[in-house]
């Protein structure tokens, strides 16, 4: 199998697993305010890489700086969205999140000079307008939440971009550790100094955290940063507009607080059907490949 496709494939894993802590997190932060979980997940992130790849501590100024530049953008999206929910719609803030699919290429371009194939540049496009149709479309009055989601989707796609150009030259682990790292870090002085919200954890509440520390952020982004290596930032953009599907799928076997479940509509099973076939379009190519060679 080709590198590229096996690292799409194993991207699509990751947001499999972002998918499924859509429904955990929504669970949770009836319990838990989105400053402390994301300290605490974080956090118990941190701790388990660095347990985990205890031999891989010893870095240099280079490494720091740039592993710290990739956790800043992660920081700074996460915290652009959290606080944009509280001024916008959840289905505003997919979309205008999921917009990291065309600023990608866009960004790629503009700052970069380099181009991005014409099947991955189609398959964006269909992949964005099954975004807008998943997420129920978007008010197009912008407001106040809507700016800082945009300002998130722009941070996101640096953080993409800047792994791509990052991890060719460096240790990729030794970047993800210090990424995750400074994510926690800032989002424990928010915490501490500005937010200072008062969390009470119960039982369910410690195991949606254990979960999507571990999972959800541990092993998730340090398998992107891994990886992302082989493949392409608007490949892993693409791949990445596939969380929503993901999210909605777990969210009709996975019930809220309330007992209740999501359920599907036709314009949402059309919005799927566009953005598994963007998915599939921009990596026609690597499937062709794989199967020629397998002949």
């Given at each position: 199998m080709?590198?590229?496709l096996?690292?799409?494939?194993t991207?699509l894993l990751?947001?499999?697993i972002?998918?499924?802590?859509?429904p955990?997190m929504r669970n949770?932060?009836?319990s838990?305010?989105?400053?402390?979980?994301?300290?605490?997940?974080?956090?118990i992130?941190?701790?388990?890489?660095?347990?985990f790849?205890f031999?891989?501590?010893?870095?240099?100024?280079?490494y720091i700086?740039?592993?710290s530049?990739?956790g800043?953008f992660?920081?700074?999206?996460m915290?652009?969205?959290?606080?944009?929910?509280?001024?916008?719609t959840?289905?505003n803030s997919a979309?205008?999140?999921g917009l990291?699919?065309?600023?990608?290429?866009i960004?790629?371009?503009?700052?970069?000079k380099r181009k991005?194939?014409k099947y991955?540049?189609i398959?964006?496009?269909?992949?964005?307008?099954?975004?807008?149709?998943?997420?129920?479309?978007?008010?197009l009055?912008?407001?106040?939440?809507?700016?800082?989601?945009?300002?998130?989707?722009?941070?996101?796609?640096f953080?993409?971009i800047?792994?791509?150009?990052f991890?060719k030259?460096?240790?990729?682990i030794?970047?993800g550790?210090?990424?995750?790292w400074?994510?926690a870090i800032?989002f424990?002085?928010?915490?501490l100094f500005f937010d200072?919200?008062?969390?009470?954890?119960?039982?369910?509440?410690i195991v949606?955290?254990?979960?999507?520390?571990?999972l959800g952020?541990?092993?998730?982004?340090?398998v992107q940063i891994?990886v992302?290596k082989?493949t392409?930032?608007?490949h892993t953009?693409?791949?990445f507009?596939?969380?929503p599907?993901?999210?909605?799928?777990?969210?009709l076997?996975?019930?809220d607080?309330?007992?209740?479940?999501?359920f599907m509509?036709?314009?949402?099973?059309?919005?799927v059907?566009l953005?598994l076939?963007g998915?599939?379009?921009?990596?026609?190519?690597?499937i062709?490949?794989?199967f020629?060679n397998?002949?």
């Open positions: 080709k590198k590229q096996k690292a799409d494939l991207l990751v947001t499999a972002w998918g499924i802590s859509f955990l949770v932060l009836g838990i305010p989105a400053i402390p979980y994301l300290a605490l997940r974080f956090t992130a941190a701790i388990i890489l660095s347990i790849f031999k891989k501590h010893t870095v240099s100024k280079e700086l740039k592993g530049t990739i800043l992660l920081s700074i999206g915290l652009l969205q959290v606080y944009g929910l509280y001024h916008t959840a289905s979309l205008i999140t990291n699919v065309v600023l990608v290429p960004f790629i371009t503009l700052f970069f991005t194939e991955t540049l398959g964006i496009s269909i992949a964005f307008v099954g975004l807008f149709l998943i997420t129920g479309a978007i008010n009055t912008l407001n106040y939440g809507d700016f800082l989601t945009l300002l998130c989707a722009i941070a996101f796609a953080q993409i800047y792994i791509d150009k991890t030259k460096l240790d990729a030794k970047l550790i210090i990424q995750i400074l994510a800032l424990n002085i928010i915490w200072k919200s008062i969390i009470i954890l119960n039982l369910e509440t949606i955290l254990v979960i999507t520390g571990i952020t541990a092993f998730a982004f340090m891994i992302q082989n392409t930032p608007s953009a693409l791949i507009s596939v969380e599907v993901f999210g909605l799928l777990f969210a076997i996975i019930p607080n309330q007992g209740n479940l999501e509509t036709i314009i949402k099973v059309i919005g059907i953005i076939s998915t599939l379009l921009s990596e026609k190519n690597n062709l490949l794989t020629k397998n002949k």
